[in-house]
Nanobody, 123 residues
């Protein structure tokens, strides 16, 4: 599976962005997916995750109520709708795919990675 993330950019605090992760291959609907983010000098942290059929999701505490993860199997694409953005959300965001239907909260639980898309939130 190859993943292509897009949708990052510069936004003012309080604004919104929608990230997309397009997947190639025929296994998209069989695998859990997630969004991670990373800032310089810090470890990559999970922001949100979704099970293979979309029935179960996970959110980082600071993302709850502001971010929504979703997936569209007909388009082999995963999304992250981010609202009420603040400067602490500034990071490179990566999409990731697992080899199983259930998601992990750890980076080593994911086999497939997109190239990252930069989100910058100005104050």
């Amino acid at each position: 599976v190859q993943l292509q993330a897009s949708g990052g950019g510069l936004v003012q605090a309080g604004g919104s962005l929608r990230l997309s992760c397009a997947a190639s291959g025929r296994t998209f609907s069989n695998i859990a997916m997630a969004w991670f983010r990373q800032t310089p000098g810090n470890e990559r942290e999970i922001v949100a995750a979704i099970s293979s059929l979309g029935a179960n999701t996970y959110y980082l505490d600071s993302a709850k109520g502001r971010f929504t993860i979703s997936r569209d199997s007909s388009k082999s694409t995963m999304y992250l709708q981010m609202n009420s953005l603040n400067p602490e959300d500034t990071a490179v965001y990566y999409c990731a795919g697992a080899r199983s239907a259930w998601f992990s909260l750890r980076t080593d639980g994911y086999t497939f990675w997109g190239q990252g898309t930069l989100v910058t939130v100005s104050s």
